[in-house]
């Protein structure tokens, strides 16, 4: 059973993956060179929340296991507050393209080292691919934004 603190950080960490989906719509439709990856990447986040969201209720049914270690509600919105304040610097227009891929890896990265992902452990093949699903595509998100990074930045030259 979920204590009420785990059942508001999976709500959290949906909301987190729903808004870091709509960020890269935006980027999408801001920048449009690097529309496709982004297009792709914010299906990927969709599908993430999904998943929290399937996860969320086989931690009620006890058939995964939530353990969020030292992980506080307040880490969690601190991060969407994040995610959200770089919305808003987009429509202002006060983004630059480099800046949004920095933006973007550096928040894919935070995931990864926050270990959102290992909080989870599955109790059969199902969750458990689940699961592993997410922590693969967020790795795979990470390292194609450093790509895109490592590449504008060279094309932008000294």
């Avoid at 690097?34 to 969320?56: F, M, N, P, V």
């Avoid at 049914?61 to 995610?83: A, G, N, P």
């Avoid at 919305?87 to 800046?99: A, D, E, V």
Wanted: net charge negative; glycine share 4%; charged share 30%.
């Amino acid at each position: 059973m979920l204590k009420d603190y785990q059942e508001k950080i999976l709500e959290l960490l949906e909301e987190l993956e729903l808004n870091m989906c709509n960020l890269y719509l935006l980027f999408a439709d801001r920048f449009p060179k690097y529309r496709d990856l982004w297009a792709d990447i914010s299906r990927q986040e969709t599908s993430h929340a999904d998943g929290i969201k399937k996860l969320h209720l086989l931690a009620g049914e006890d058939r995964v296991l939530f353990d969020e270690k030292l992980t506080k509600t307040y880490t969690v919105k601190m991060f969407i507050t994040s995610i959200q304040e770089a919305q808003t610097r987009t429509k202002s227009g006060k983004m630059s393209l480099i800046n949004a891929l920095s933006v973007s890896h550096d928040f894919e990265q935070a995931v990864l080292e926050k270990g959102f992902y290992n909080f989870f452990s599955g109790q059969d093949d199902e969750t458990r691919t689940v699961i592993r699903q997410i922590k693969e595509e967020t790795l795979d998100h990470q390292m194609k934004m450093k790509n895109a990074w490592e590449q504008e930045r060279k094309s932008a030259g000294p």
